[in-house]
């Protein structure tokens, strides 16, 4: 069970006297710079057509930032260029682009895949996917302006060897305990058809059908090793957000997550363990026996086995999940393990099948020896009946039925696991080692944006609080107190203001808070300057006396001259920036 905390303001950081923004006319130095290669930008497929894929496509935002250096930014060409950018040099004539890395390119046709995307997770380490499933840990070198240093992969694969898109949101590298190796996790978020999400529970624990739900948001928590100079994979988990992931981060040190989603949501896959409920205890399974009550049937011929296994009626393809290898069978019914253990012996997995009427389970299990008798199904697993052939388990079944069988599972266990899934999002802290959410708040304000934090940090996020935006930043699990987040800023009025800029596409703000940017789709741009904001050439004059006014909350709004659309921006304390797919805008805010 979540343990419940609450998002607890400092009242020092509100402004109940804040009176609004006050328009500047006053222009602000503009450069406009052409791009080396025009920026990549890819848009849904026609099977791509879920708001979850409109989302992850729509607001990808093409300009990354660098939390170990704020000299620089980079952006991914069509090509698959990295370029890295050096801020100073934006005011000059001569703007200093240069390519860093080539994202290898296995395959001509990108239809369908997500943009490449890129995370740096510690001052020399980044992480690189080119959008269609490899992903690729780079050695980058110190990144300053000065030094030309190119990148070098160190290791690349296909997540679990498959070639689905993802997007990477997160990523950070630390040491262990003992400071002999490190570990990176990573953070990629896909979007996925259920039929294909591969789960150690059904999907349907969460509400999941085919027909409302045909996608599924799925964020994949990767984690490699460090050891001795060689990257090796450690684990993966995944956990499955029907209604889309809004925020997702690793917390320091790296053994667990904050997420941003609403409920439900749950882990569905662990490569080290399981994370289906545990068969009942023997005592139960006794209890079972002596009242003749079987969890299974199952027969067989020289060339095969079969078993059946019965569930309510309305039991879809999606409750269940059924593994069949060399010599081993599982089930699973939503998220009760119902059977599991190592078969009697080895069988077909190719040839070997299962089916799913009227609730009624049947799996065919291939023999590989034809001669061998089998005695038993499942070593060690007394719950099982064998018959001579189909129809005595129909008759079986029917019998038990008629006998007043109980159900599997109570329909009080059904109609909660099909409810309606609540409205509110929440903020959750995930656990690693447990595989339990540990913590969950109820956010009764939207969310904004979010933005980088100091290095090693989880990025912070920004919450509407009455009118204010409000900046909150998740502890690390270093500190020796109860998990939260912490309040640090505030921006005023910026919840207001959003809520009426219908044609907004991103928010952004500097790590020193003075000011937030909303950039329209198309053109426009606000800033909204913080009263303890200072800036070279914006002078307010009190025109009853003439007295000039410093510090004050200004909002200055520009024209950008560009008819394509933005694909980037990125707030630093000088600079704004905005990317094009040809240009780059440098708006000169604050002087350094």
Request: aromatic share 10%; hydrophobic share 40%; with cysteine.
């Amino acid at each position: 069970m979540e343990q419940l905390f609450e998002l607890r303001p400092r009242k020092d950081l509100l402004d109940p006297t804040f009176e609004g923004y006050k328009l500047s006319l006053d222009s602000l130095p503009v450069y406009k710079h052409e791009v080396p290669v025009a920026v990549e930008h890819l848009k849904p497929n026609e099977e791509q057509f879920s708001f979850q894929h409109v989302k992850t496509f729509g607001l990808h935002n093409h300009l990354i930032d660098d939390p170990w250096s704020d000299e620089v930014a980079f952006f991914i060409s069509k090509d698959l260029q990295i370029f890295k950018i050096n801020l100073h040099s934006l005011v000059s004539q001569s703007p200093e682009f240069n390519s860093v890395w080539q994202i290898p390119r296995y395959l001509e046709s990108r239809d369908g895949w997500f943009n490449a995307s890129l995370s740096f997770a510690g001052p020399e380490l980044a992480v690189v996917t080119d959008g269609g499933g490899v992903l690729h840990i780079v050695d980058t070198g110190v990144r300053t302006p000065t030094n030309s240093h190119l990148w070098q992969a160190k290791l690349s694969s296909k997540v679990l060897g498959k070639s689905d898109p993802f997007k990477i949101t997160h990523s950070m590298l630390n040491a262990t305990e003992s400071n002999q190796s490190e570990t990176l996790s990573i953070l990629a978020l896909k979007v996925e058809s259920i039929d294909k999400v591969e789960s150690q529970i059904a999907l349907s624990v969460f509400g999941c059908n085919e027909k409302e739900t045909p996608f599924i948001s799925c964020l994949e928590w990767v984690q490699y090793e460090h050891v001795d100079g060689h990257w090796s994979f450690k684990q993966l988990k995944r956990l499955a957000i029907p209604h889309g992931l809004d925020y997702a981060s690793v917390l320091s040190p790296g053994k667990a997550l904050c997420l941003i989603a609403r409920e439900p949501l749950g882990i569905v896959f662990d490569s080290n363990k399981d994370v289906a409920a545990p068969l009942a205890n023997s005592e139960m399974m006794q209890d079972e026996i002596e009242t003749k009550i079987f969890a299974y049937t199952w027969t067989e011929s020289p060339e095969e086995v079969t078993v059946w296994m019965t569930f309510d009626k309305q039991t879809s393809k999606h409750d269940l999940v059924v593994k069949i290898e060399s010599q081993a069978l599982k089930v699973v019914y939503k998220n009760q393990t119902y059977l599991v253990g190592e078969l009697a012996h080895p069988i077909s997995v190719g040839s070997s099948t299962w089916t799913l009427s009227d609730g009624k389970l049947e799996v065919i299990l291939s023999k590989v020896d034809k001669s061998l008798s089998w005695n038993h199904l499942i070593q060690s697993d007394l719950r099982g009946r064998k018959v001579l052939d189909a129809e005595t388990a129909a008759d079986y079944e029917s019998q038990a039925e008629s006998g007043g069988r109980p159900p599997v599972f109570s329909s009080e266990q059904l109609e909660e696991c099909d409810d309606m899934p609540m409205d509110e999002s929440c903020i959750f802290r995930f656990d690693g080692e447990t595989n339990e959410f540990t913590h969950k708040a109820i956010l009764s304000g939207q969310l904004l944006f979010f933005t980088q934090s100091a290095p090693g940090l989880a990025p912070a996020f920004c919450l509407r609080h009455d009118v204010d935006g409000l900046i909150w930043q998740p502890m690390g699990d270093e500190l020796e107190q109860s998990w939260g987040c912490l309040h640090t800023a505030a921006l005023q009025a910026l919840g207001y203001i959003q809520a009426s800029k219908e044609q907004r596409k991103f928010t952004v703000a500097p790590p020193n808070m003075t000011y937030a940017a909303l950039c329209d789709s198309f053109s426009h741009v606000y800033i909204y300057r913080q009263s303890n904001c200072t800036s070279t050439g914006v002078e307010m004059v009190h025109r009853p006396t003439g007295r000039r006014v410093g510090n004050i909350a200004r909002q200055q709004v520009l024209n950008i001259d560009s008819s394509e659309e933005c694909l980037g921006a990125l707030a630093t304390n000088s600079f704004l920036l905005l990317l094009t797919s040809s240009s780059l805008f440098a708006i000169r805010v604050n002087s350094d």
